[in-house]
């Protein structure tokens, strides 16, 4: 029972370790799965910041000066600042190009947006913050945070709670990624109040605490070479946030116990939580130890337990580069570099104490650590294979944690070496195979085990040198188990440990890998299967490659893998084995064997050698073999002059394992000179030949097998028969050898502990002699590794320390080697555990190094799979130093041959094929460049064809230009295809360029045509059979698409006929009906006859003559209405520039009277004024025979009399005025005040239609907007190449240039373009267009080119200056001097018009460039080839042109550098004459005057409480294209909280515009010494206004706002710092109108002249001047302070005057009162 319990006990801890297993595999394969998604590569990250409301201030007078500043991944950029406000339109792009991201990198990136109150001297000062995942953003729809409010928040703790609101948009655009373009009517409002008050978003936020136990760091790396020690702290960043620990100094075990908090505002937008470990620096940059990151939302659902955590990351001393990105977890670690042991939760109502510490004391208690439990780990390493440089000495080095086992150095022969050691600690007793460890019982927690394969460098002080690494994860190895079998392992390499060359790898190591609970250790040995070389009884056992050759295919019988190993009682453990289960009982348990028991007598005979080559001059041979057993040799006799000699020789080999091995050398023998190895045959295991003799161990067994003996003379055998009698006492006569493997190692001190680490207790995989034969048949997409474009590539095959290559094949990146490489290699025994076949192509150089292009590596049982199949593979190459896949891969197939095999070859190299016809029509070459120039370029197509070249070429052309020749003809070229499908060749083409006369001819670019395009593979073919594809190749006929084209432009103008005829019937005939009705009448049968008869009537039909003839009447009536339309616009003009006269003529007349005046008071005048100058006019006399003065000279005269004497009146009227007393200036002054109230009540009753409520709804179309020529033109958001099918050619891109060369990089020279056929036929395929192809014709080229839209900035300030160049041919535009400044989303509207001959140039190119003047910026460009939409049906049936938006790409970059929005028009020359270009200019603004009028305030809070005054101002600023700014006069000494101005704004406005708007109004208490206070502000989305506005600008051209039915309307103004408290009221007006009604209501400035629509009286209560010092005073100080001060003087003069005269009066008192008595 109590076992049963205990058993129980176990199962339950292994299921609940199960449990959390599969969930944390599910939690990592979810993360897995998403960075799936992402991609290494370029990305591009936008920031719209657009617009900040209700910040709260910084400055000192409770105002701020926002700027917006962006950091993404340490990158930095910032907006403008803005003065003085706290809601901000930024409207700002900036933008963040980053080069070879990784994806890790991108999980754990940034975008912090923190908005500041910039500072001139001091520091600026934080508003508030947010962050976000550059992950969570890419993941949503069209990859986009779209206009996103966020609430800002200080990260630094000084403020608490939101600190104000932004708006955002981020896009994150990776590798072919594109923006998406949203329509107008999301980027804009649409539906609304006419003028909107801007109010704060409702974001609702929500205070979360996260909480970071930090209990202990444990086994940190020495990151101080010094002291030998760190200064470690933990900084934690979530949010935006960043807190730390302690630093704790010189440590690097550290009890930590504290909690870092974090205040966390949700909604987040970000979920990784990145905690770093860190070294601290005295006098640099802090250096990092380790970094983690963690799931916010998991933490917060389930909250994170004290876990333990491992850093890994780079060796030590290493920061930099890919070391730090290894830090950082970017990419994956190779070193262990500490452990930390942590906890977190978040607290969903933090109280205010907890949100404003950072880091505080964390309780610790035992029982909250991670439960401990007792592991173990089994590791045997065998041998490995591909090591390094193929020399030298190595081992292995394992490490968990800060504890290292390492096995011994041995010897590496031809990249192999043999181990054969059980890893176990030093100090383990020599019975003992495990490695035990007490760690977390939470396997997750467990720390990774590393493999290190490492090179011993001699010499003094030498430091061995790390080549590669192996890392595993706990969990994983608990997988496996204690019965795992052994696996090859390839081990990585990095250059952080060490920098490979291409010769040298990393290592593929056979090793046994288990692990688990110690209690679930198995009780009685190690599992057979975790140690299968032990087992020999193989008397059942099949051999797959012999199986595979008999006709057994059933490759599932031979399962390889090590999980599905089928195990016997016996301990057999061949996974090839198809009759899995049985036992036998004749087995031995091969580990209860002790070393004298595996000893018997050996005896070898040779019996003969076949196919000997002739090594002598006469032709013939003198061999004789050598035999070599536990160092001791044997020969026999020379056979002389033969090449098939038989010796039948036998020799006697005592005191030999069975673990030994036979060494066989083929030699020729020589009388005077030295022996002449043909061949050997090396470590031919004798455990092996049991296995394949199907004996036992312990019994007696003959066997006779043939060996190939040379990889030269492939054909060569050696036969041997060996006999092998087990006798214990063998062992007395065994000679020892100096340097073994396994138990008879020399008996040393040192040695005694590792006896039973030999092969007698782990066994070996044995070798067996196979000639293994590689089809290498072709390759295809090779990178070009030489200047010229090509390579000369030739294939290498490695595999078990031997090497073997096919030729050379010059001058392709396709080469056809159609060839066998052949290799006789030992293949490690049972096929399970064969490593895989390394192969390799390069790149031929004569006078360097040759180059390697990529290699790959072919699994065993892909070996299996092709011969069971009989079918080659396709084999991608890897880079040798990234691993990454390249574009080029190999077609090739293996077999494995026994000696002792006589089944013939698996796989043939048939080079037998089927004549076939490539029909080319090359039409020509287009855009080719050249460093050298392009002078007559010509095109050759070659072809293999039966062991030859078949080559073809066009004549050289240059017309019409080099760099765009027309070729135009059709030529075959007759080439051989073989059957199978996979073996059809390429063509390759090469431009060639002729000079001096053909003389010269040099290649400009190559590329190729893979025929594979012409054909389709048979299903269920045998022989991969294929037929040619039905391609119908159809070249226009324009003629027939004109008839086409006109037939159905008629059938559309019949259709529309018949419609307006039934249309207007059916009106009639309604009509009719329904006066009947109402008339009450009879239906008038003969007019509805009448009707009838009309629709039986035949639809007259308007010839094509008569069409264009009422066309042509139509554009003549439209012309008319223009030049109608200009000539009613001119007089507009010429009306609003009389007003503008008439205006400043009122102004002037002002100006003048003012002067007089002041003239008057000054005395400079007489009294009298000279007499104005009589005006004569000459009127037509009634017969119109001459001219007669008019009567006005009279009536001028009397005038000027009237005039003299109202200013001789002048004076006396001004003497009376003085002589009026005080009340009846305040009579008149109140006379005038109603006067002018009434004016202002008059006023706000006039222009009732002009007068709009402000929250009157209205909807404005963004497609209003659109000028006429884009109604009803289609839209394609995208290429039009990629929406619709236009391209009625083939182009093929040409290539010439190195890889990876710095001066000649891999490069585009231009495209061929044409037409390819493949058949059977010679006769042409293409058809009767030829001639209409081949006849030149000029066309007109029209391009629109309207905006850019989302540009990359390219300058410093977050913006650009773009401007186009335009590329066809030899023809090139550029608007330079017409560069748009400062935008990313220009309105360029720019027309262009080529002339161009097709077929010719044909490629439009299209770029958009940042102007810097000296040396431009490239935003990007995009490529139009006109010549195959001239060509296209589909774009010719086009009668309308689609709009596209075309994607801008940058070299610089694989992501999109914006878009460009036009389309493109194409006619013939006769038709471009008669249809004039589209006018797609902008139109010219319209000119508006916005006029606001601040009137008064009331209620306004008071700043300067000790006068209880204001010094009240309002600034009024308007952001539309530009940012206006205004201010009222100050209305100095305000009392009561009452201000007055009567004061006009005036902005002159250009409608319409692009950008978002802003109406500011704020009110200020002037201060004169110190900063002003900023009281209240109120701010205004004019947007639908302004847009309402224009578009009903003829209907409507003034505006007045009004509230509540009043004109005069109160705004209350309100401040972030006192949220939903009115700071104040403002009564203000406002009107909006065209400029020609501005001219007919003048208004002037503040108060200025003309003081009109509305007249503005002064303002009220203002300071006045006055000789009397107590009004001064009170106007200065404010009645409360005024009294305060009076009576507090009236108070100190009591007091004088007590102190000087109270005595005198006291002394008079009291003597008066004595006197009285």
């Avoid at 295809?977 to 083409?989: C, G």
């Avoid at 005073?1673 to 003087?1689: E, M, P, R, T, V």
Wanted: aromatic residues 8%; glycine residues 6%; contains cysteine.
């Amino acid at each position: 029972m109590a076992d049963e319990e205990k058993g129980d006990e176990k199962g339950g801890d292994n299921k609940e370790a199960e449990e959390v297993k599969e969930e944390g595999d599910g939690v990592d394969q979810e993360e897995e799965d998403r960075k799936k998604r992402l991609e290494r590569g370029d990305y591009v990250i936008q920031v719209h910041v657009i617009e900040a409301r209700d910040l709260k201030p910084r400055d000192f007078g409770d105002t701020s000066d926002p700027v917006a500043e962006v950091t993404v991944m340490a990158l930095k950029k910032s907006t403008q600042i803005h003065k003085e406000s706290l809601n901000v339109m930024f409207d700002e792009r900036l933008t963040f190009d980053f080069k070879n991201l990784e994806p890790e990198e991108l999980n754990q990136g940034k975008c912090s947006i923190e908005v500041f109150d910039a500072n001139v001297i001091r520091k600026n000062v934080l508003i508030g913050s947010f962050e976000f995942d550059l992950t969570q953003v890419y993941y949503k729809k069209h990859h986009e945070l779209y206009r996103q409010w966020v609430a800002l928040t200080d990260v630094t703790g000084d403020n608490e709670g939101v600190q104000g609101y932004l708006q955002v948009t981020i896009v994150v655009l990776g590798p072919k990624d594109e923006q998406y373009i949203h329509p107008e009517s999301e980027e804009f409002e649409t539906e609304g109040s006419l003028l909107n008050v801007m109010m704060p978003p409702q974001v609702e936020t929500d205070p979360h605490l996260l909480k970071v136990y930090v209990h202990q760091l444990d086994h940190l790396m020495i990151m101080d070479k010094l002291t030998k020690s760190s200064d470690p702290y933990v900084l934690v960043k979530f949010a935006g946030v960043e807190n730390k620990t302690t630093t704790f100094k010189k440590k690097l075990d550290v009890h930590v116990h504290e909690c870092v908090t974090v205040p966390v505002m949700e909604p987040v937008l970000g979920n990784t939580i990145i905690v770093t470990v860190k070294d601290w620096e005295a006098t640099s940059k802090d250096e990092t130890i380790g970094t983690f990151t963690f799931n916010y939302s998991e933490v917060k659902k389930h909250g994170l337990k004290n876990t333990w955590v491992h850093m890994y990351g780079a060796p030590s001393g290493k920061q930099k580069k890919l070391a730090d990105k290894m830090n950082r977890a970017i990419i994956e670690g190779t070193t262990y570099r500490g452990s930390m042991l942590v906890g977190m939760e978040v607290e969903s109502e933090p109280n205010d104490d907890e949100l404003k510490a950072q880091c505080i004391k964390a309780n610790w208690k035992k029982k909250d650590a991670p439960p401990i439990k007792q592991w173990a780990l089994q590791v045997d390493v065998y041998q490995g294979v591909e090591v390094g440089d193929g020399k030298g000495k190595f081992q292995i080095k394992l490490m968990i944690r800060d504890l290292k086992i390492k096995t011994e150095f041995v010897n590496c022969q031809k990249g192999a070496c043999e181990w054969y050691e059980i890893m176990k600690l030093p100090d383990a007793d020599s019975k003992e195979d495990t490695i035990d460890l007490n760690m977390p019982a939470d396997p997750k927690q467990c720390p990774d085990v590393i493999f290190y394969l490492i090179e011993k460098h001699s010499g003094f002080d030498a430091t061995d040198n790390v080549i590669s690494y192996l890392r595993f994860k706990w969990s994983d190895l608990l997988k496996q188990g204690f019965a795992a079998p052994p696996k090859w392992y390839t081990f990585k390499p990095s250059e952080v440990l060490h920098k490979m060359g291409e010769e040298d790898f990393p290592g593929t190591i056979l090793m046994g890998i288990r692990a688990g609970l110690k209690d679930d250790k198995p009780k009685y040995g190690v599992p057979v299967t975790a140690r299968p070389f032990l087992n020999i009884d193989a008397s059942e056992n099949k051999d797959p490659l012999e199986e595979i050759h008999r006709g057994n295919t059933d490759l599932e019988e031979f399962s390889v893998s090590a999980s599905k190993t089928a195990v016997s009682a016996s301990g057999s453990a061949d996974p090839l084995l198809p009759n899995q289960g049985k036992t036998r009982s004749r087995s031995i348990n091969p580990s209860k064997l002790g070393a004298a028991e595996t000893m018997g007598q050996l005896q070898v005979t040779v019996v003969n050698a076949v196919n000997v080559p002739a090594m002598d001059r006469g032709g013939s041979s003198d061999p004789y073999v050598e035999v070599t057993v536990n160092g001791k040799s044997q020969k026999t006799s020379v056979q002389k002059d033969t090449l098939k000699p038989t010796w039948n020789e036998t020799f006697t080999f005592n005191g030999i394992s069975i673990h030994d091995s036979i060494n066989l050398q083929l030699n020729d023998w020589n009388r005077f000179g030295k022996k002449t190895v043909i061949g050997r045959v090396e470590n031919v295991i004798l455990m092996g030949l049991l296995q394949e003799a199907k004996g036992q161990l312990g019994v007696d067994f003959n066997y006779t097998k043939k060996f190939f003996v040379s990889e030269k003379f492939s054909n060569c055998t050696v036969t041997i028969s060996i006999s092998f009698d087990f006798d214990a006492k063998q062992a007395q006569q065994r000679e020892q050898k100096k340097s073994s493997i396994g138990i008879f190692d020399k008996v040393t001190k040192e040695k005694t502990k590792s006896k039973s680490n030999g092969v007698a207790v782990m066994g070996r995989p044995y070798p067996r002699n196979f000639k293994m034969v590689v089809y290498v048949f072709q390759a295809r997409n090779l990178d070009a590794l030489d200047d010229t474009g090509f390579s000369d590539p030739y294939f290498e095959v490695t595999y078990c320390g031997k090497r073997s290559k096919s030729e050379t094949i010059k001058k392709t990146l396709n080469p056809q080697w159609m060839e066998s490489v052949t290799l006789n290699v030992d293949v490690p025994q049972p096929a399970a555990y064969a490593p895989a076949i390394r192969c390799s192509v390069y790149d031929w150089d004569r006078f360097s190094g040759n180059d390697l292009i990529g290699r790959f590596f072919v699994p065993f049982i892909d070996v299996l799979e092709m011969m069971s199949t009989r079918k080659p593979r396709w084999y991608y190459l890897n880079d040798y130093k990234t691993g990454e896949q390249l574009e080029g891969k190999v077609y090739l197939a293996v077999e494995f041959i026994d000696a002792n095999q006589k089944a013939p070859p698996l796989f043939k190299i048939d080079k037998t094929a089927n004549p076939f016809y490539l029909h080319l029509l090359t039409i020509g070459v287009r855009s080719m460049k050249s460093a050298l120039g392009v002078h007559k370029p010509q095109v050759v197509y070659t072809a293999p064809l039966a062991g030859s070249v078949e080559e073809i070429a066009t004549d050289p052309s240059s017309n019409p230009s080099a760099h765009n020749a027309n070729f135009l003809v059709i030529q075959k070229l007759p080439i051989k295809i073989p059957i199978d499908y996979e073996l059809a060749p390429v063509i390759n083409i090469i431009v060639r360029d002729n000079l001096f006369g053909g003389l010269v001819k040099r290649s400009i670019g190559s590329s190729i045509i893979d025929l594979h395009e012409f054909m389709i593979p048979l299903k269920n073919s045998d022989k991969n059979e294929w037929r040619i594809k039905d391609n119908r190749i159809e070249i226009i006929n324009e003629k027939q698409l004109k008839l086409e084209i006109e037939a159905e432009a008629r059938a559309e103008r019949r259709e529309y006929n018949g419609e307006a005829r039934m249309n207007l019937l059916s009106i009639k005939k309604a009509v009719e009906l329904a006066e009947a009705r109402c008339q009450n009448r009879q239906f008038d049968k003969k007019e509805l006859m009448v009707i009838e008869e009309i629709e039986k009537k035949q639809v007259e039909i308007e010839t094509s003559e008569d069409y264009r003839l009422r066309l042509h009447a139509e554009e003549d009536a439209y012309a008319r209405e223009q030049e109608e339309e200009k000539e009613r616009l001119a007089k507009q003009e010429e009306q609003r520039r009389e007003a503008e006269r008439k205006k400043k003529e009122i102004e002037m007349k002002h100006d003048n009277k003012e002067e007089e005046e002041e003239e008057n008071k000054d005395g400079q005048t007489d009294g009298t004024k000279k007499k104005k100058k009589k005006k004569k006019t000459k009127v037509p006399d009634a017969e119109g025979e001459g001219d007669s003065e008019s009567d006005e000279d009279e009536s001028s005269e009397e005038e000027d009399e009237e005039s003299e004497v109202k200013e001789e009146d002048i004076p006396k009227e001004n003497e009376d005025k003085k002589k009026l007393s005080n009340r009846e200036k305040k009579k008149a002054e109140k006379e005038k005040k109603k006067n002018d109230e009434k004016k202002l009540k008059e006023w706000d009753k006039e222009n009732e239609e002009a007068c709009f409520d402000l929250d009157s709804k209205v909807t404005v179309n963004p497609e209003d907007f659109e000028p006429e020529y884009l109604k009803g033109r289609p839209r394609i958001y995208d290429e039009l190449e990629d929406q619709v099918d236009c391209n009625p050619f083939e182009t093929i891109d040409l290539w010439t240039g190195q890889k990876g060369s710095f001066f000649s990089g891999r490069r585009v020279t231009g495209t061929i373009k044409g037409l390819w056929k493949l058949s059977e036929s010679a006769d042409n395929p293409f058809g009767n267009g030829l001639k209409a192809l081949v006849q030149t014709r000029t066309i007109a080229v029209r391009l629109y080119i309207l905006k850019g839209i989302h540009l990359v900035s390219t300058d410093r300030d977050n913006s650009s200056d773009p401007y186009l160049v335009i590329k066809l041919g030899k023809t090139k535009f550029s608007t330079r001097k017409r560069y748009i400044p400062n935008t990313l989303e220009p309105d360029f509207h720019e027309p262009f018009e080529f002339h161009t001959t097709l077929p010719g140039p044909s490629h439009i190119t299209i770029q958009v460039w940042d102007w810097d003047g000296i040396g431009d910026d490239l935003v990007g460009e995009t490529i139009i080839d006109i010549e195959d939409r001239w060509f296209s049906k589909v774009w010719r049936r086009m009668k309308v042109k689609p709009l596209e938006d075309r994607t801008l790409h940058n070299p610089r970059s694989a992501a999109s550098f914006g878009k460009l929005r036009l389309w493109v028009d194409l006619l013939t020359k006769d038709d471009a004459r008669n249809v004039p270009m589209t006018d797609i200019s902008l139109p010219p603004k319209q000119e508006y005057e916005f006029r606001l009028i601040c009137w008064k305030a009331k209620n306004v809070v008071i700043k300067d409480e000790l006068t209880d005054q204001n010094d009240l101002r309002v600034t009024v600023k308007m952001t539309v294209d530009e940012k206006l700014k205004q201010e009222t006069d100050t209305h100095w000494r305000a009392k009561f909280g009452k201000g007055s101005w009567n004061w006009r704004c005036i902005f002159n406005l250009k409608l319409p515009f692009k950008k978002r708007t802003l109406l500011h109004l704020s009110m200020w208490d002037q201060d004169v010494f110190s900063a002003s206070d900023s009281i209240g502000e109120v701010n205004f989305s004019l947007d639908l206004l302004l847009r309402h506005a224009y578009l009903k600008r003829e209907e409507i051209p003034r505006i007045i706002l009004r509230k509540d039915q009043e004109k005069r309307f109160w705004l209350s103004m309100m401040h972030t710092k006192w949220p939903g408290e009115s700071q104040g009221e403002l009564q203000v007006s406002m009107e909006l109108m065209t400029a020609e009604e501005a001219a007919k209501f003048p208004a002037g400035l503040g108060r200025g002249d003309p003081n009109m629509n509305p007249y503005l009286p002064e303002p009220e209560g203002r300071f006045k001047w006055s000789l009397n010092p107590f009004s001064l005073l009170k106007q200065l100080l404010g009645d409360k302070l005024f009294y305060k001060i009076c009576g507090g003087i009236l108070c100190i003069a009591c007091a004088a005057i007590l102190i000087f005269f109270g005595p005198q009066l006291f002394i008079t008192l009291i003597s008066n009162l004595i006197v009285g008595q």
